[in-house]
Each structure stands twice: as structure tokens, then as C-alpha cells.
């Protein structure tokens, strides 16, 4: 079973920054699309980051030219680089493999929180 473990969130003030992890076991990155979603209080979880397999990546309007997407496959780990942070970008932030749903099941996510 594939294991996502996310970390790096944390309390930042409005413009401030956060890298997020994200390390996977049992299949290799190297060989699915991956992507970060996030899930804020009271709404569906959504896609906001995405790297297919040849490098391509494309960002939601919401986050495009604040955040980058990146990965290690050597340390088989997978980051979302976060700079400029909005209070609306407060949620828990996952990982997964997948395009436009989630390959696997989730893990537990990393909560990022910014305040005003």
C-alpha cells in the first residue's frame, strides 16, 4: 500500500512562506503525476499544484506564481514550495498521485495556517 506522509505546514503571517514534503513509499514518483491538494474548513478539496511525469506542471489560477511544485526522485519526495501566503491559502494541505483524482488513499496531510 502506497504511504503519503506530508509535513512542513505550520502558523505564518500573511506574506510569509512555507516548504511542504512530502515523502512516498512503496511506488516511485518518477513514474506518476503527482500533485498537491488542500482542503479548507467547509469546502471539497482541491487541486492546486500538479507535475506530470515529463516535468510538465500547471498551477490553479489561486495559487499561480506563489507557489511551486517540485520533486527529488533520488529521496523519492515530493515539495510545494509556498511564498507570498494569503489567508484564504489556510487548509491541510495532501499529496497523491494522479491527474485529476488521487491514485491512493490520503495521508494525513500537513495543516498550513496564515494569519491576517
Known amino acids: 500500500q502506497v504511504q503519503l506522509v506530508e509535513s512542513g505546514g505550520g502558523l505564518v503571517n500573511t506574506g510569509g512562506s512555507l516548504n511542504l514534503s512530502c515523502e512516498v513509499s512503496r511506488v516511485s514518483i518518477r513514474t506518476y503525476p503527482m500533485g498537491w491538494w488542500r482542503q479548507a474548513p467547509g469546502k471539497d478539496r482541491e487541486l492546486v499544484a500538479r507535475?506530470?511525469?515529463?516535468?510538465?506542471?500547471q498551477y490553479s489560477d489561486s495559487v499561480k506564481e506563489r507557489f511551486t511544485i517540485s520533486r527529488d526522485v533520488a529521496k523519492n519526495t515530493l515539495y510545494l514550495q509556498m511564498n507570498n501566503l494569503k489567508p484564504e491559502d489556510t487548509a491541510i494541505y495532501y499529496c497523491?498521485?494522479?491527474?485529476?483524482?488521487?491514485?491512493?488513499?490520503w495521508g494525513q496531510g500537513t495543516q498550513v495556517t496564515v494569519s491576517s
Open positions: 507535475m506530470n511525469r515529463n516535468y510538465g506542471i
Open positions: 497523491n498521485g494522479g491527474i485529476t483524482a488521487p491514485l491512493w488513499s
